[in-house]
T-cell receptor
Framework: GENVEQHPSTLSVQEGDSAVIKCTYSDSASNYFPWYKQELGKRPQLIIDIRSNVGEKKDQRIAVTLNKTAKHFSLHITETQPEDSAVYFCAASKRNTPLVFGKGTRLSVIA | EAGVVQSPRYKIIEKKQPVAFWCNPISGHNTLYWYLQNLGQGPELLIRYENEEAVDDSQLPKDRFSAERLKGVDSTLKIQPAELGDSAVYLC??????????????FGEGSRLTVL
């Protein structure tokens, strides 16, 4: 089955700096790669996703890049703000299979 | 529109006691998921339903865990008897589109279980 590895497990950045979180997946047939943000005690919420027919997708300060050959994808957050502090999860799936999540990255943005 | 509703939000029980969690998905979402989230970890699938049919339950510890979605709408996850290692957050999620769907999962707030 699919295996998703996520790095780093914790990340601290100064407010205004960029943050990058990386994930690798094992199943070359996976074609959907979402990123979820989970604030303390809250539900995971989708912040951006990318499908395998696209190499990059951007939404304001967040972007995701996908390298299908290397089987890795990354989340980029620019101009970080204190409200970006949360746990971020990457995930991967393909048709007829449920999402498999990474272990998460705890991002702390220091004001 | 109401999101995914779960109850209870918090539950504290003694080991060997039974516990049940309830989930009501977003209206019209025919796929329902139960995920387990241990502290500091990502969600792990326990079971997935397509309407009332369990289509993915290989990760559900069937000796103590059971789930049902009798009318293809709300669902109950039960643990009997609970063990100390079951302390975790139990997340319910739903999605439209059926099994072939690949897209956003909508999560509930979760039910946090503490077993003493």
């Amino acid at each position: 089955g699919e295996n998703v590895e996520q790095h780093p497990s914790t990340l601290s950045v100064q407010e205004g700096d960029s943050a990058v979180i990386k994930c690798t997946y094992s199943d070359s047939a996976s074609n959907y790669f979402p990123w979820y943000k989970q604030e303390l005690g809250k539900r995971p919420q989708l912040i951006i996703d990318i499908r395998s027919n696209v190499g990059e997708k951007k939404d304001q300060r967040i972007a995701v890049t996908l390298n299908k050959t290397a089987k890795h994808f990354s989340l980029h957050i620019t101009e970080t703000q204190p409200e970006d502090s949360a746990v971020y999860f990457c995930a991967a799936s393909k048709r007829n299979t449920p999402l498999v999540f990474g272990k998460g990255t705890r991002l702390s943005v220091i004001a | 529109e109401a999101g995914v509703v779960q109850s209870p939000r918090y539950k504290i029980i003694e080991k060997k006691q039974p516990v049940a969690f309830w989930c009501n998905p977003i209206s019209g979402h025919n796929t329902l998921y139960w995920y387990l989230q241990n502290l500091g970890q990502g969600p792990e699938l326990l079971i997935r339903y397509e309407n009332e049919e369990a289509v993915d339950d290989s990760q559900l510890p069937k000796d103590r865990f059971s789930a049902e979605r009798l009318k293809g709408v709300d669902s109950t996850l039960k643990i009997q008897p609970a063990e100390l290692g079951d302390s975790a957050v139990y997340l319910c999620a739903s999605s439209p589109g059926g099994l072939a769907f690949t897209g956003e999962l909508f999560f509930g707030e979760g039910s946090r279980l503490t077993v003493l």
